[in-house]
T-cell receptor
Framework: EDKVVQSPLSLVVHEGDTVTLNCSYEVTNFRSLLWYKQEKKAPTFLFMLTSSGIEKKSGRLSSILDKKELFSILNITATQTGDSAVYLCAVASGTYKYIFGTGTRLKVLA | GAGVSQSPSNKVTEKGKDVELRCDPISGHTALYWYRQSLGQGLEFLIYFQGNSAPDKSGLPSDRFSAERTGGSVSTLTIQRTQQEDSAVYLC??????????????FGPGTRLTVT
């Protein structure tokens, strides 16, 4: 059965800290891996990764995929209170299916 | 441009009643998904529409759940004879067509359904 596992489940840090969120997967017919930020209800798209070893970067956020070891990490540097959210990892399988992990809840304290 | 919209934002209903949830996707997005998110859980796939093709209903948890998409745009998710375990946030997402592989999804704000 396809599965996506995220760790840690939750994390509390102080502003300025750097965090690393993990996503491992076992999915048939892997196409891509996506990261979303969910603050209230609607997840917002962060990154889509299809190739191993190529880092995607947006401001203080970056992500990389390892297709050999079947995992991805999301790094957030110099965290701010506005980074507090649930971070979701999803794997696109086949033509259109997405399998989501349960998310990592990040809380950044001032 | 306008994003994905959903209505209502919150719905409280009594057990046994029927509910209808609405999703208006981004204009031009041919793919539309419904997901359910229970408290502290990931997103559970419910149903997928792509253009005029037959939908993938494999994620619908029971025959009390149904969905339609009219004219390739607006979609409604109907839950008949609601049960307390149906309480969750129902999220709709749309994306450009899947030609060439999956694309990033854009999510609506969700409908929080509470069955009392």
């Amino acid at each position: 059965e396809d599965k996506v596992v995220q760790s840690p489940l939750s994390l509390v840090v102080h502003e300025g800290d750097t965090v690393t969120l993990n996503c491992s997967y076992e999915v048939t017919n892997f196409r891509s891996l996506l990261w979303y930020k969910q603050e209230k209800k609607a997840p917002t798209f962060l990154f889509m990764l299809t190739s191993s070893g190529i880092e995607k970067k947006s401001g203080r956020l970056s992500s990389i995929l390892d297709k050999k070891e079947l995992f991805s990490i999301l790094n957030i540097t110099a965290t701010q209170t506005g980074d507090s959210a649930v971070y979701l990892c999803a794997v696109a399988s086949g033509t259109y299916k997405y399998i989501f992990g349960t998310g990592t809840r990040l809380k950044v304290l001032a | 441009g306008a994003g994905v919209s959903q209505s209502p934002s919150n719905k409280v209903t009594e057990k046994g009643k029927d509910v209808e949830l609405r999703c208006d996707p981004i204009s031009g997005h041919t793919a539309l998904y419904w997901y359910r998110q229970s408290l502290g859980q990931g997103l559970e796939f419910l149903i997928y529409f792509q253009g005029n093709s037959a939908p993938d209903k494999s994620g619908l948890p029971s025959d009390r759940f149904s969905a339609e998409r009219t004219g390739g745009s607006v979609s409604t998710l109907t839950i008949q004879r609601t049960q307390q375990e149906d309480s969750a946030v129902y999220l709709c997402a749309s994306s450009l067509g899947v030609l060439g592989g999956p694309r990033e999804q854009y999510f609506g704000p969700g409908t929080r359904l509470t069955v009392t």
